[in-house]
């Protein structure tokens, strides 16, 4: 073989080991990605804020690390829970920032989403309460005999209407005894029918809508004397829907209203204001603001919020509505509820559908299905014969549904939901105790008592007896300094009644105007000072062998003792003073026996302990001669 040829194959041998030996270029190695997705038509159409994570880019056989959720995406309504290979949540489950696994193929992750517990509470937990009337309350035989048509709360008590006494309202414990029975009057029976009416509870009211579903006023049944008056509405009321012609609901912030039927009133497309979004299916949830307290209640506009489904038609037989201003949920008949995330000047969608399948998901919130409102306790026992209206406890967040076939109401597990639309904002509360105390004679600099709120607010003086001695000053948004406006004095207390007890009302004010009041004392204490008393003083010169008046003036009531040249004057061992505190006087009768100079000096002891003994001054006086003869 020639020199030519054998060159030829060392290159080909030296390419071969090249290629086999030391492997592929890099430029064949294999990658895969990592590609995340808001995922917000889990379970409904939804609305996502916030961004997902960069598709990540690894080699194979790579340990990737699942992202944290860097973008901050959140969904209305919905709890983000990491990440899932399927969109339904059936797949398998990564926790956001620290689920790990082995790449070998191109990976999509979507948004997990859950449902909050607040949003899907029938069916999951809760109890059923049976109406007892244990302490035979006057009529009570007719709440604990008759079924529920329509229930309502006002944070402490339950009220129901029974069947068979249209009339009456039924007021109960949490725990179902019958307090009270009240036939509220032939008004009331004549106009409301005996079914399909909802009650609900707003400023001192249970209001509840007339013949015909009543689109232009409500009656409120004042809770104190169990008066019922007529409201006109300032614009219609829709009529509801299926069996609820007369539904209503109300707000934990005080608004009540009503849902329209599907479709109605005809909206715009869009994801705006009073628009409902491109093939979806919307009906309006119109709602009146409710100032002033029972019978003297003025009912105003207030809005209208657009609760969109992807469901046409829903529910055929509308058994009532409830909220606690973040969620609605709304049940149908003998089976199941949708729950909605509440939006103002938006489109709400779905968080909760559990009204279609064979098994309830609300105890997981991560598939829910069928949940049976007439099993409402667990989804899976009949607790209820025939669930009717749903109310809600807008103080402990506890949803009721009562039952058209027996004297039964559900309690929900009382869970408080985020922030929303309809929720109550309540006023600051005080985190200070009602008493202070400060020392006297403090410095007008010393802080009398340091008021602290649980909100930012306007901390003000807004009453009290003593108001008009004291200023406030604010050190930061929840925090203000009450201070005297002149030094305290306990022997002279300046307050209404003069014993040291001075009377306040501090208020404390939001951004929303709401506004809290607290009635405070602050008590001055007594503390030991010196007493101080003056140098004696003569009325008149002093003369050998005829009396003359020694006074001395002091700061608090005692005994003194007067002396000249360091010795007693006879008699003045003792003498008591005249006058309060803090100007009294004391005198002594001199009758010197020598002429010439001398010194004159005083004691005070007080009668109050809480001050010590003190020394007066010295006073040098000249002794004349007698004038007058003896």
């Known amino acids: 073989m020639g020199a030519q040829a054998n060159r030829r194959l060392f290159g080909f041998l030296f390419i071969f080991l090249a290629t086999f030996s030391f492997g592929l ?8 990605t990592v ?14 804020s916030g961004a997902v994570p960069s598709t990540g880019t690894y080699a194979s056989g790579a340990l990737v690390t699942a992202s944290a959720n860097v973008g901050n995406l959140a969904r209305q309504g919905f709890t983000f829970n990491g990440w899932n290979t399927l969109a339904n949540g059936t797949g398998d489950h990564y926790a956001a920032g620290s689920g790990q696994f082995t790449i070998g193929a191109n990976v999509s992750f979507y948004a997990e989403w859950t449902i909050p517990a607040s949003a899907r509470l029938i069916g999951s937990t809760g109890s059923v309460v049976t109406v007892l009337d244990s302490n035979s309350v006057s009529n009570g035989s007719k709440c604990a005999a008759g079924n529920i048509r329509g229930v309502t709360s006002d944070g402490t008590y339950m009220y129901f209407r029974p069947s068979g006494y249209p009339s009456y309202i039924c007021k109960l414990t949490m725990a179902g005894v019958v307090v009270e029975a009240h036939d509220v009057g032939t008004t009331l029976g004549s106009t409301i029918p005996t079914d399909s009416m909802a009650l609900v509870y707003s400023s001192g009211c249970i209001f509840v809508r007339g013949t015909g579903a009543a689109t232009s006023s409500v009656y409120c049944i004042d809770v104190s004397d169990w008066s019922i008056t007529s409201r006109t509405l300032p614009t219609s009321l829709f009529a509801g829907q299926g069996w609820g012609t007369g539904n209503l609901i109300d707000f934990p912030d005080g608004r009540i209203g009503a849902v329209s039927q ?20 919307c009906k309006i949830l119109r709602l009146y603001s409710v100032t002033g307290t029972g019978k003297n209640v003025t009912i105003t506009s207030s809005e209208d919020i657009v609760l969109a489904d992807s469901e046409s038609g829903w529910p055929s037989d509308d ?9 609605l949920y709304e ?21 909760f559908n559990g009204d279609s399948g064979s098994s309830c998901g609300a105890s997981t919130g991560v598939s829910p299905s069928y949940c049976p409102i007439n099993s409402p306790v667990d989804g899976s026992t009949s607790a ?25 109401i559900y309690v929900s597990a009382g869970i408080l939901p985020p922030p929303g639309p309809g929720s109550y904002d309540p006023p600051p509360s005080f985190n200070n105790s009602s008493s202070f105390s400060i020392a006297e004679n403090s410095p007008i600099s010393t802080n009398a008592a340091t008021i602290s709120v649980s909100e930012s607010s306007t901390v003000t003086i807004s009453g009290g007896a003593d108001s008009a001695l004291f200023t406030i000053t604010t050190s930061d948004s929840v925090t203000a300094y009450i201070r005297f406006k002149t030094s305290p004095d306990y022997e002279a207390p300046a307050d209404v009644g003069a014993n040291n007890v001075y009377d306040l009302t501090i208020s404390a004010t939001d951004s929303t105007s709401q506004t809290s009041t607290q009635n405070i004392t602050i008590t001055v204490t007594n503390v030991n000072e010196s007493s101080t008393i003056g140098p004696p003083t003569l009325a008149s010169p002093a003369k050998k062998l005829t009396i003359s008046t020694i006074t001395v003036v002091g700061n608090t009531p005692g005994l003194v003792r007067f002396m000249y040249n360091g010795r007693l004057i006879n008699g003045c061992a003792s003498r008591p003073t005249t ?10 009768s001199w009758r010197p026996i020598v002429q010439g100079q001398q010194s004159l000096s005083a004691t005070l002891t007080p009668s109050d302990n809480t001050f010590s003994v003190s020394n007066s001054g010295i006073s040098y006086v000249t002794v004349l001669k007698r004038t007058s003869a003896r």
């Open 25 to 32: 270029p890099a430029a064949h190695a294999v990658n895969f």
């Open 35 to 48: 590609t995340y997705y808001s995922n917000d038509s889990q379970f409904q159409v939804g609305v996502t």
């Open 262 to 281: 599907p479709g109605q009133p005809t909206l715009t497309v869009g994801t705006g204001a009073n628009q409902c979004p491109s093939a979806m299916y």
């Open 319 to 327: 058994h009532g509505i409830a909220t606690d201003g973040t969620y």
């Open 331 to 351: 049940i149908r008949y003998s089976a199941g509820y949708k729950v909605w995330a509440l939006r103002s000047n938006a489109p709400s969608f779905i968080v």
């Open 384 to 408: 209820m014969s025939n669930a009717t209206y749903i109310g809600h406890n807008n103080t402990t967040g506890t949803y009721l549904i009562g039952d058209y076939s027996a004297p039964k």
């Open 579 to 588: 006058g309060s505190y803090p100007s009294v006087q004391a005198t002594c």
